[in-house]
Nanobody, 124 residues
């Protein structure tokens, strides 16, 4: 599967952004999808994951209640709605895909596919 993430930008604290990730391939529904973020000089951080059917999301504590992950298997898309953004949410955000739930949720180095990053900058 090939992934392309987009939708980042500059927003003021308290604002919202919606990230999108388009996937190629006919087997999109067989992949767990995740969003991760990384700040220069820091480790990649898990943000959110969603299971194959889209009815079981999972979030990092730092974004729970503010971010919502969703997917559209008919359109091969996964989304990250980000509300109540904080300056500490500033990072490059990546989408990822893997058939295995644990690889995504535990942010393992063996995750199968990554999209290019999209920059999110939250100003205070």
């Amino acid at each position: 599967v090939q992934l392309q993430a987009y939708g980042g930008g500059l927003v003021q604290a308290g604002g919202s952004l919606r990230l999108s990730c388009a996937a190629s391939g006919r087997t999109f529904s067989s992949y767990v999808m995740g969003w991760f973020r990384q700040v220069p000089g820091k480790e990649r951080e898990f943000v959110a994951a969603i299971n194959w059917s889209g009815d079981s999301p999972h979030y990092a504590n730092s974004v729970k209640g503010r971010f919502t992950i969703s997917r559209d298997n008919a359109e091969n898309m996964v989304y990250l709605q980000m509300n109540s953004l904080k300056p500490e949410d500033t990072a490059v955000y990546y989408c990822a895909a893997d058939p295995n739930w644990a690889r995504i949720v535990f942010n393992l180095k063996t995750i199968g596919a990554w999209g290019q990053g999209t920059q999110v900058t939250v100003s205070s």
